[in-house]
Nanobody, 129 residues
Framework: QAQLVESGGGSVQAGGSLRLSCAASGLTYSSYACMGWFRQAPGKEREGVARIFSDNTTTYADSVKGRFTISKDNAKNILYLQMNSLEPDDTAMYYC??????????????????????WGRGTQVTVST
């Protein structure tokens, strides 16, 4: 059974860093071209944070550009999100998600809609002032 498990969340002060990991079991990352990180804060809608396509093309939400970096290790079946210069507004539950798609335009569409096939259960990130 396919499963994604996030880790690396925690509580940090503003300006700090965290690295989130998303480990997969029951599936192979190299078979899924589109991978992304999403987050949802209390009372807010889920939003896309970053995505990466099979050619390693990356896209970021404007709110995290220059601070967050998405990467993947297909050999280890792990997706990462390096988060630097964290701000209180980054406080949220963070989720990883993956989807098999034939082209990057479909990855973008799915990311915009938050419609991915496989999701993790999330890891909490709390940033304090």
């Amino acid at each position: 059974q396919a499963q994604l498990v996030e880790s690396g969340g925690g509580s940090v002060q503003a300006g700090g860093s965290l690295r989130l990991s998303c480990a997969a079991s029951g599936l192979t990352y190299s078979s899924y071209a589109c991978m992304g990180w999403f987050r949802q804060a209390p009372g807010k809608e889920r939003e896309g944070v970053a995505r990466i396509f099979s050619d390693n093309t990356t896209t970021y939400a404007d709110s995290v550009k220059g601070r967050f970096t998405i990467s993947k290790d297909n050999a280890k079946n792990i997706l990462y999100l390096q988060m630097n210069s964290l701000e209180p507004d980054d406080t949220a539950m963070y989720y990883c998600a993956i989807q098999g798609v034939p082209a990057s335009k479909y990855c973008a569409r799915l990311w915009d809609r938050g419609e991915f096939e496989h999701w993790g259960r999330g890891t909490q990130v709390t940033v304090s002032t």
